[in-house]
């Protein structure tokens, strides 16, 4: 008997495992446009393009996107909600540390700013796309130099994030970089 309710309790944790989590066969079930993007994204910045499919394809409002439009305002939001995030971290850290002793609050300055504009820089992009603001690419351009700089000012200063926070900044700039190439090609930039 207990071992009848330990097989179906391990079937359906396995098959609600397999339903809630992205799957290994993202690529072969993502749209033909996410496959697209990704490939372009390879080419043109150098992303891993089974990275960056199973990135968006984990997002219900990317995988329902049917045009470049919609795309794009869905990375936008998922760079947005990234851009949060680190910024979040960025402000605890800055607001938890004695700025006078510990090395590299100017680093974890300039990233809490650099995370503040990319935040407002993204929310202005989502309206823009929607508005066909052709200053979005350069917005995004900004973007992209300021979370550089945060970058350079962690590395300089020899400061090492935790897993997490680093794969979040990661992941807002593999967002930033997918949306500044679909806004090109809306905007035919």
């Known amino acids: 008997m207990d071992s009848s309710i330990g097989y179906v309790t ?15 066969f993202a690529n072969a079930r993502a ?7 990704c490939k372009q994204t390879q080419d043109q910045f150098g992303y891993n393009y089974k990275q960056c499919v199973k990135s968006l394809w984990k997002d219900i409002p990317t995988r329902s996107a049917s045009n470049l439009k919609d795309l794009d305002t869905a990375i936008l939001k998922l760079a ?4 949060q995030q680190s910024k979040a971290f960025f402000v605890n ?20 700013d650099s995370y503040d504009f990319a935040v407002d820089g993204f929310a202005f992009s989502i309206g823009g796309i929607k508005d066909n603001d052709k200053s979005v690419s350069q917005i995004l351009t900004q973007v992209q130099d300021e979370i550089v700089r945060c970058g350079k000012a962690l590395t300089s200063t020899e400061i090492e994030l935790p897993y997490l926070v680093s ?3 990661f992941l807002t700039m593999l967002y930033r970089d997918v949306a500044f190439l679909i806004t090109s090609q809306l905007f035919h930039i």
Not at 80 to 83: E, G, K, P, V
Not at 93 to 112: F, P, R, W, Y
């Open 93 to 112: 850290t800055l607001n938890n540390t004695d700025n006078n002793i510990v090395k590299g609050s100017g680093a974890v300055k300039q990233c809490a």
């Open 167 to 169: 794969s979040t900044n």
């Open 10 to 24: 391990f079937i359906a944790s396995l098959l609600l495992c397999l339903s809630s989590s992205p799957t290994p």
């Open 80 to 83: 947005l909600t990234n851009a």
């Open 31 to 37: 749209s033909s446009l996410v496959r697209s993007v």
